[in-house]
Every structure is written in structure tokens, then in C-alpha cells.
């Protein structure tokens, strides 16, 4: 378990709020910061198989360079080097294009929903806070975080933690075709009762919903939704 107070940035967050509250200061008090975020860099993998991922990938274009030197640096990084490529000796610039529904980030209710908010109408009071951890390293390849597995954690569910839902699978297969193709993923149900303990936020490792894209079937009269009128789920994978 984590201990000391950690301030989560990475989530999925739960509830509507208005302009005004997003824009209300909030004062923060945290012991450690943890930057959970997967690098941005050209070429980052999206889901196979989708036309829309296939038709944006990611591109950390530089178009400028300080040196030579640096130029070499840049490319290990993982970026791209812009054809026209300039060593202006003054300044690095780059272009960066990027489907924003590939590494992390947060899905805004918009996403799903077609009057849903737009994610800076998000306020940042609920989605940074105190952060517990839900670790469950067992969770293998094709594998389903469920509601028991949340509710045996023994990680108590309220409105002032952030739980994070760790599996380790980003960090065993990032970057891997398995990552894609064997992730685990939420039980319909853990967004349920997230939300039944007002629960602001939820960090994952793991796909938030059955991947259909990759054959993983409907049980019968099962239905998958984005959110309820009175909820609405906004998500950071």
C-alpha cells in the first residue's frame, strides 16, 4: 500500500461540474508527486485494427534544432525529424500531432456523450487528490478486474481518494503488440459502484471496457453505456 499522500493526475473521473468550479482556487497539500504518464513520442501504438488510430498516428515532428548534436539526441528520443529540418544554433521547435485518445489521457464526457462537458470544464479540485492504491499484480493477459477484486482490496471508497487500479500490464507490455491484443480489462460493474461511493476519480492500467474491437463478446442482455444521466464518467487511460 502507498504510503504518505500522493496527488494523483492521472484518472477516471466521475460527476459534472460547472465553469465556475473548475475555476475556484484549491489548495493542495501532498507529501509525494507521482507522474504516472506514458512519454509522447512519434509512432506510439493505438488500437489495431482501427482506421481511425491507423490514419493519425502520433508524430513528434522537430523542425528545429540548437546543434547537430542535439539533432542526433533528438531522434533517440523518439521523435521525428522534419525533412526541412533547421539548425538555427538558437532554439529547438517541434510539431507535435497526436490522436488524443492514445497514451494518457483523459476522456472527457463530450467523448462519449453528445451534450457531455468538454474536458476544461472539468474542475482540477476533483480530479487531484489524495491517491490509494488498488494493486492487483495477479491480473495476467485477457484477464477482468472486478468488483469483488476492488471490494476484497479492503481500500476504502469515498469522495476525498483517488483510487489507482494497478495491474503492472503497461509496464510489462508498452510498446509490445500484446498490449493491445492481451490488455485486461473492467467488469461493467466497477463503475458502478465507484460511482455509488462517490468515488471523484479513478486511475487504471487497464482497458475501462469490454474490448470489443478485439473480439471479446457481449454476455446476453448485457449493454455497455458511457454513463447514466445523473453520472457522467469521464476517463484517463
Known amino acids: 500500500m502507498m504510503k504518505g499522500r500522493i496527488l494523483i493526475i492521472d484518472l477516471l473521473a466521475l460527476g459534472v461540474a460547472s465553469v465556475a468550479w473548475a475555476q475556484q482556487p484549491v489548495q493542495l497539500k501532498f507529501s509525494r508527486v507521482v507522474d504516472l504518464t506514458i512519454p509522447i513520442e512519434s509512432d506510439m501504438p493505438g488500437i489495431p485494427g482501427i482506421k481511425t488510430y491507423a490514419d493519425n498516428p502520433s508524430k513528434v515532428d522537430v523542425v528545429t534544432a540548437i546543434t547537430e548534436a542535439q539533432k542526433s539526441q533528438l531522434q533517440t528520443e523518439g521523435m521525428t525529424l522534419n525533412s526541412n529540418l533547421a539548425v538555427n544554433g538558437r532554439a529547438m521547435i517541434t510539431v507535435l500531432s497526436i490522436l488524443v485518445h492514445n497514451g494518457t489521457h483523459i476522456d472527457a464526457p463530450r467523448h462519449m456523450m453528445e451534450k457531455g462537458s468538454p474536458i476544461d470544464q472539468m474542475p482540477l479540485g476533483q480530479l487531484m487528490k489524495e491517491g490509494v492504491l488498488i494493486n492487483l499484480p495477479n491480473k495476467g493477459p485477457n484477464s477482468v478486474v472486478t468488483v469483488k477484486d476492488i471490494e476484497e482490496s479492503g481500500v476504502e471508497l469515498g469522495p476525498n481518494r483517488i483510487p489507482v ?11 509490445k503488440p500484446e ?34 474491437w478485439r473480439g471479446v463478446k457481449l454476455d446476453p442482455g448485457e449493454v455497455w453505456v458511457a454513463a447514466s444521466p445523473a453520472r457522467v464518467v469521464a476517463l484517463v487511460e
Not at 165 to 175: D, L, P, R, S
Not at 182 to 210: I, N, T
Request: aromatic share 14%; glycine share 12%.
Open 179 to 212: 498490449f493491445w491484443t492481451q490488455m485486461p480489462y473492467l467488469e461493467a460493474g466497477v463503475g458502478a459502484l465507484m460511482a455509488s461511493k462517490g468515488v471523484p476519480a479513478v486511475a487504471l492500467d487497464v482497458f475501462p471496457e469490454k474490448p470489443l
Open 165 to 175: 487500479i494497478h495491474t503492472g500490464f503497461t509496464e510489462k507490455t508498452w510498446g
